[in-house]
């Protein structure tokens, strides 16, 4: 009996589950795993759309604390990203530039989670070369997006991560290929290198704006929906700038796994010309609406009252999404 205690308190310091853990206790460990480990690996990814589908392939670096991603497909070759703590730096090689953002951290982002999701335990099978719990996670009410990620049975890290949108299609998936553990990583590969110069980031997405600061940025009193789908909550005001250089309030809201946008901004834009009053999209919305919002995933619902336009995005039904841009005053 002793012996068995101490196996199972051995396990609980390297982070290893026990046998007593529930499904949504493994992803809780999970979700802070990466955290605590030292690594260098070879992350993949791949996002699916109904026009095109895009992958990439980014050699990852992490030790407690800290992280770096370098990419290694054509089009981003040479690109980095360090995370540190609540800061998040993107070096460009080709114009030796290091700009830093705050990181945006989901605190509280589980619990809202578990409230509004399953988690379930679907089976056990190998990974690259490591035996893995496969678990699912699907919102409480049907036409939901889900999640399914292969987690580690020794570390707790995810090797695998499914997503699928609301028409149970595969969106995204990421997925490792080959990891070594615990190897020498030197502090320089998450620091700015020296003589590069720093750039200030115009548009922080991490930087939460309280909405009276955001009124004055955008010049027009920020509305809120006062209608939101049961479970959501809001994640934050931010500032957005389209590549037509229009400055728009982004208002977001998530449920744990889901999230939902709102942009408002005048609705003059060189991108895309006056507004047409109502209009429904998906995915990039038939070049209507501006470029970088139509890269955006989910539905897409296009209002103009007045001067002002509102743009919603976010993988729900429309009559939801209808029901938020009314709400709008």
């Known amino acids: 009996m002793a012996a068995m205690t101490l196996a199972v308190c051995a396990a609980s310091e390297t982070g290893a589950p026990t046998l007593a853990a529930s499904p949504a206790e493994r992803l809780r460990a999970a979700q802070s795993a990466e955290e605590?480990?030292?690594?260098?690996?070879?992350?993949?990814?791949?996002?699916?759309?109904?026009?095109?589908?895009?992958?990439?392939?980014?050699?990852v670096c992490r030790k407690p604390g800290c992280c770096r991603w370098e990419y290694q497909s054509p089009a981003l070759k040479g690109l980095m990203m360090i995370e540190k703590g609540d800061t998040v730096i993107r070096l460009d090689p080709a114009q030796t530039t290091a700009s830093t953002a705050c990181s945006n951290r989901e605190h509280g982002r589980f619990d809202?989670?578990?409230?509004?999701?399953?988690?379930?335990?679907?089976?056990?099978?190998?990974?690259?070369?490591?035996?893995?719990?496969?678990?699912?996670?699907?919102?409480?009410?049907?036409?939901?997006?889900?999640?399914k990620v292969w987690v580690d049975r020794a570390t707790n890290l995810i090797l695998r991560t499914e997503y699928y949108d609301s028409d149970s299609k595969l969106a995204t998936l990421t997925f490792y290929t080959d990891i070594e553990w615990n190897p020498p990583l030197a502090d320089s590969l998450f620091e700015i290198p020296d003589g590069w110069k720093k750039v200030a980031v115009e548009d922080d997405p991490g930087k939460h704006w309280d909405r009276e600061s955001l009124s004055k940025e955008v010049a027009f009193n920020v509305c809120e929906p006062a209608y939101l789908p049961a479970g959501f909550a809001v994640d934050g005001f931010h500032l957005y700038h389209c590549r037509c250089g229009v400055a728009s309030a982004h208002l977001r809201y998530v449920d744990g796994l889901n999230s939902v946008s709102v942009f408002e901004r005048f609705t003059q834009c060189p991108?895309?010309?006056?507004?047409?009053?109502?209009?429904?999209?998906?995915?990039?919305?038939?070049g209507r609406n501006c470029q970088l919002l139509a890269n955006q995933p989910g539905r897409m619902l296009v209002r103009q009252v007045g001067d002002l336009s509102f743009i919603l995005i976010g993988d729900l039904p429309e009559a939801e999404l209808s029901k938020i841009a009314d709400s709008v005053k």
């Not at 509004?116 to 699912?136: C, H, W």
């Open 36 to 59: 605590r480990l030292t690594l260098r690996a070879t992350l993949n990814t791949a996002t699916f759309s109904r026009q095109s589908s895009v992958s990439s392939q980014v050699v």
């Open 112 to 147: 809202l989670l578990l409230k509004n999701y399953t988690v379930t335990l679907e089976r056990t099978e190998p990974i690259i070369g490591r035996a893995a719990d496969v678990l699912v996670i699907k919102h409480r009410e049907a036409g939901r997006p889900a999640k």
């Open 271 to 286: 991108g895309r010309g006056r507004g047409r009053g109502f209009g429904w999209g998906k995915g990039r919305g038939g």
